[in-house]
Each structure stands twice: as C-alpha cells, then as structure tokens.
C-alpha cells in the first residue's frame, strides 16, 4: 500500500528551485534569490543536514544559483514557470515512487509554460518511477501524518475550479486511494487574499503524531481573526487515524502583513519546512521571534531558525510552497 512518510522522518534529498524568471518576480528578483538562498544554507547545515537539489532555468539563472549557493546545493537546469514546487513537483512515497498529479494554476489564476512538466521532470532526475494521477491536486493543500491521516480544507479541494464534481465523499475515496491515507480530517476556510484558496501549509501543520500547531491570532486587529479561532476550535475537536485525540499546540501568527497597496497578503509563520537539521521558519514581522520561540521545543534535535520571507510572499508563498522532500 501507498505510504507518504511524514515530513519530519529522514529525507534524501529536498528539491527546490531557483527564481528564474525576472518577468515574474520584477524588482523582487534579487530579494527572493536571496531568501532562497539563505533557506537553502540553513537546510544544507555545512554538509550536515539535506542534500539540496535546485532547477534553474536558463543559464543566467544557474549562473548566479551557482554563484550564490555553491557546495550548499547541486544545481540542476531544468525548465519551470515559477518555483512553487510543493504545488507542481511530484509527492514522493516511501517506497520511492513519485506521485503526480494534474495542475492547473490554482484554479486558472496563475498558469504558466512547463508548470505541469515538473512532476515527472523531478521524478526523472530522482530516479523514481513516476505515476500520474487524474485529478488536480496541489501538494500544499494536503498536510499528512505519515500515519494515515490527512488534514486539508473544503475552501481548496472542493473548490468547483479544481475537480469541479468533487463531493466530501468522493474527494475522500481518490485521497485515500492515491495518498494510500485513512482519514481525512477537514477544516472550512483558509487566509483572506490567498490566491491557493486556502492551502492547509499556511494553517495548520503536523509536528508529530497526534499533535498539529495552529496560529493565535496577532490581536483583534489580525486580519484572519475570526478564521484562526475557528481553526484551533475544529483540531481541538479532531482525532487522527490512529483514534488519538489531537493536541493542538498555537503560536502567534504575524498579524497585518500588507501588500503595496495595502492590502493584508497570507503571510503565515505555518509554512515552515522541517529538514534533516533545520526547522526553516518564515518570518515577516515583530512576532517571528515568537513564532520561533514557540516552534522550537516542538523539534527536539533540530534548530529552528526564522529567515525573512518577505520578498518571496510576494510571489504567493514562503519555504514550504517552494520545497519538496524526497524521503530517505
């Protein structure tokens, strides 16, 4: 049977990318390529953590990837639309297969040239067989346990601009026959403005089995006040595959993070990315120390470090929307 493992067992490797496209990213080009960069040293931990693997696409891209990461990754050319890997890259099994699945822009937002050839491309150069699956899924709208359970929102996967005849049910019957999962744990809505439509990477996260952090809310004035209270109120109400109830653990979240036009952008201290050593943190605001604080007696034998993500966010995401691991 299909088995994911859970992010925090062992990994092989961690596959990313590099901002390639200046057409995309504009004047946030060299600040992403930055944090990417910096993200990329900290999971690499000087030889002692994950072998980084990074596409980039065209020679000025693995140019300066090359120039900017030297031994702390193995830069691989390869075309992509933009770096959203957990979105557009493979899931990996246990048994080394990778798992693809249809893409479509989030809903047609956002689609670009070779997007839905990253799959099978970073399957190819895995060395892992590869099996397509026919439905739309993005890997950032799944959070799972290695255990069996599987949390996600109704506001993404049964969002009529992905599979458009999705019910509960029948969204349950292909993730537990794809993902080889035995319960599906469910929460309503995602972020205000986040264009995945509620991504559960930027909600809510397993840590360790029978336990999932959630945000506090920065104060009333947070923009997702209300939809962070109902959150922590529907875990605490939850019980994962193996019948345990959950412990839900909350750290603040970053509380008003606004565009240019001052608009509130999802910014979300959730989509952290656990490597072999490291604990990647995005932090945008006064509370990253916080959030920091709180994560790091969560992962005992790993530092948990926070790096600013706020050039990256204004591409749609943060360390984990741009990662996948590949387990060992």
């Known amino acids: 049977m299909t088995t994911i493992p859970a992010e925090w067992q062992p990994h092989k490797a961690i596959w990313t990318a590099w901002p390639s496209a200046a057409d995309l990213w504009g004047e946030d080009l060299e600040p992403a390529r930055a944090e990417v960069a910096a993200m990329i040293r900290a999971l690499a931990d000087g030889g002692k953590g994950d072998k980084m693997r990074v596409l980039a696409h065209g020679r000025e891209a693995e140019a300066t990837a090359k120039l900017a990461l030297g031994q702390n990754a193995e830069i691989i050319p390869g075309a992509f639309g933009d770096i959203w890997f957990r979105d ?84 349950e019957v292909a993730l537990k026959k794809a993902l080889g999962v035995t319960k599906i744990l469910w929460l309503d809505e995602g972020l205000a403005n986040d264009h995945t439509d509620g991504h559960i990477d930027n909600l809510a996260r397993f840590v360790a089995p029978g336990k999932v952090v959630c945000q506090a809310p920065f104060g009333r004035e947070d923009p997702n006040f209300e939809v962070l209270e109902e959150i922590a109120l529907s875990l605490a109400a939850m019980s994962d595959a193996a019948g345990r109830k959950l412990e839900v653990i909350r750290i603040p979240s970053p509380g008003v993070v606004v565009d240019e036009d001052d608009d509130p952008i999802p910014a979300s201290h959730m989509n952290f990315l656990i490597g072999n050593s490291t604990v990647v943190v995005p932090i945008y605001s006064g509370s990253g120390d916080d959030a920091v604080n709180a994560l790091a007696p969560l992962f005992p034998g790993r530092k948990v470090v926070g790096l600013s993500s706020h050039a990256i966010l204004t591409g749609g995401g943060s360390f984990h929307c741009i990662t996948q691991q590949e387990p060992a």
């Open 88 to 171: 557009t890259g493979p899931i990996f099994t246990a048994d080394g297969q990778a798992l693809g699945f249809k893409f479509n822009g989030w809903g047609g937002k956002y689609q670009l040239p070779h997007d839905d050839e990253v799959a099978a491309r970073v399957a190819l150069l895995a060395g892992a067989g590869f099996k397509q699956n026919d439905f739309i899924l993005e890997g950032g709208a799944i959070e799972m346990d290695g255990e069996g359970t599987l949390l996600t929102t109704r506001q993404c996967l049964l969002n009529p601009n992905r599979n458009a005849h999705w019910t509960e049910e029948g969204a």
